[in-house]
Every structure is written in structure tokens, then in C-alpha cells.
């Protein structure tokens, strides 16, 4: 990664936020033994201003697709409070092994900590913290090996780390390419195929909705056209970038109102 590269990657400014298509494979933020990440590329999105753009969510490592910066104090607060008020909707798209049923449902699993030695990784637990996910079938198909596939829409409606993968694991249809949670580990594994779709952030007061889509990233094409995804509408190799007007700054990159 490369501050040009990130740049690139930018899918939506205006002036209290910025939504970049995140790489899967690159943390969001530096670990305790360090290693490459995000936010240090971050002063690439400054755009003018005196202090980089923040977080205003997090991605796992090996997700892909839209994660939403404040661009500043005050936008960042706006952000944050959004999130924890659970009114930012977040659509995944993922490709599980298995053959869910029906064609859509709710999970709705407590998750709390595997162990204290295992850091982050998460497991269904009845007296841990509420974790609702909403899914949807979009396809089915089939591996190279003829083991089957499904090609799901996830909606998280509450924010537990590792919530879309420990939830599709728990029913019995781990996210392709898991190392974690499902067969990742084993050889000739694919990367994980969980990609952040699209973000709906309601950041005006004063306007609709700003729904922005990161296109679908290289990796999970495969599998997904394998469950009968057809691609068309993709805008994958030249994405236009999308701008929303605010705070006075000219808006930048693909937006759709809601």
C-alpha cells in the first residue's frame, strides 16, 4: 500500500467524512507487534486540512470494502455517534460454505470472548453481549470440488467484533476462506470472501441518507459468479468518485440518496 494507492481507493468525501474501499489482507490500524496498517497512510486524505481523518469504525484484517473516516473533531464525534446509536447501515456481502435454509432469517446469538489467551476471536456465548444479524440468499452454487456454496446479503444490527463470521459459523455455513472461524487454514485456502458493500450514513441532519457501494474486489469474483452472480452492474477497474456537499467543500465520488 502507498499513499497514491489509498488515495485511489477513495469512494466518497465531503467535509465532515471520507469513505475509502478498504484492501483485505491490511489491519486498519497498528497492531501490538506492529506491521503495516491503514491509518498510516492517513495523512494522504487531509485534503487540506491540519490533521488527518480517524476511524470511525473498524474492518478485520482480511475484510474488504467501505470503512467511513471522520475528516475531523467534529465530524468524527457526529460519525461515532451514529455508529453507537446503530443508525449507519451496513450491508456485507459474503460467500459461505454450506446451504443455508430457508433463503433468508435473523441470528440472534450473544457472543463473548473465546479465551483470554486468543485475543479478539469470538464465539457464541448465551451470557454474552446481544449480536443480531439479518441474511439473505442472493445465490447458490458450487466449489471447484463440488462442495456447495451460497452467496449471502449480511446485516449487521448490532457492531460485535467478528459478528458476520462467528454468526455464519454458529449456523453451520462459515465465510468462505475463515482461517479462523471455517476451513481458511488448510492448504490452497482462499482469502476471506467478506466484502463491506455498502454504507447508508445518515450524516446530514438536513438530508437524505448518503448511501455509498465499494465494488466488489477481485478475489471473490470467482465464487461468486460460481453462485450465479453476473457482474454487470459492477464498476469495478474505473469506480467514479463520489461528492456530497458539505460544510462549504465541492463533494467527491459515487453517492446514491435513499
Not at 433468508?104 to 444479524?133: F, H, S
Not at 446479503?153 to 449456523?171: D, F, I, N, S, Y
Request: glycine share 10%; net charge neutral.
Amino acid at each position: 500500500m502507498t499513499r497514491e494507492e489509498l488515495v485511489a481507493r477513495l469512494l466518497y468525501r465531503d467535509g465532515l467524512m471520507l469513505v475509502v474501499d478498504k484492501p483485505a489482507g491490511i489491519p486498519v490500524h497498528r497492531g501490538p507487534k506492529g506491521g503495516e496498517n491503514l491509518e498510516a497512510y492517513f495523512d494522504a486524505l487531509r485534503f487540506g486540512l491540519p490533521r488527518s481523518p480517524a476511524l470511525a469504525h473498524r474492518l478485520d484484517r482480511d475484510t474488504s470494502g467501505c470503512l467511513v473516516l471522520g475528516r475531523h473533531r467534529k465530524g468524527l464525534q457526529r460519525l461515532m455517534q451514529l455508529f453507537k446509536q446503530g443508525r449507519v447501515e451496513k450491508t456485507y456481502w459474503a460467500v459461505v460454505e454450506g446451504d443455508p435454509t430457508p433463503d433468508e432469517g435473523e441470528i440472534d446469538q450473544p457472543l463473548g470472548r473465546l479465551d483470554a489467551d486468543r485475543g479478539w476471536w469470538m464465539r457464541v456465548d448465551p451470557l454474552g453481549t446481544p449480536a443480531r444479524t439479518r441474511w439473505r440468499v442472493l445465490g447458490r452454487g458450487a466449489s471447484a470440488q463440488g462442495r456447495p456454496l451460497a452467496f449471502l446479503e449480511l446485516a449487521p444490527l448490532t457492531g460485535r467484533t467478528h459478528q458476520l463470521r462467528v454468526h455464519c459459523a454458529a449456523m453451520g455455513w462459515p465465510v468462505l476462506g475463515d482461517r479462523v472461524y471455517g476451513s481458511g487454514k488448510a492448504d490452497g485456502a482462499p482469502p476471506l470472501h467478506l466484502h463491506a458493500r455498502r454504507v447508508v450514513v445518515p450524516i446530514d441532519k438536513h438530508k437524505p441518507p448518503t448511501a455509498i457501494e465499494a465494488p466488489v474486489p477481485q478475489h471473490v469474483h470467482e465464487a461468486l459468479q460460481a453462485c450465479g452472480w453476473s457482474g454487470a452492474s459492477e464498476y469495478v477497474d474505473e469506480m467514479p468518485l463520489a461528492i456530497e456537499q458539505h460544510t462549504g467543500e465541492q463533494p467527491v465520488g459515487m453517492v446514491m440518496h435513499d
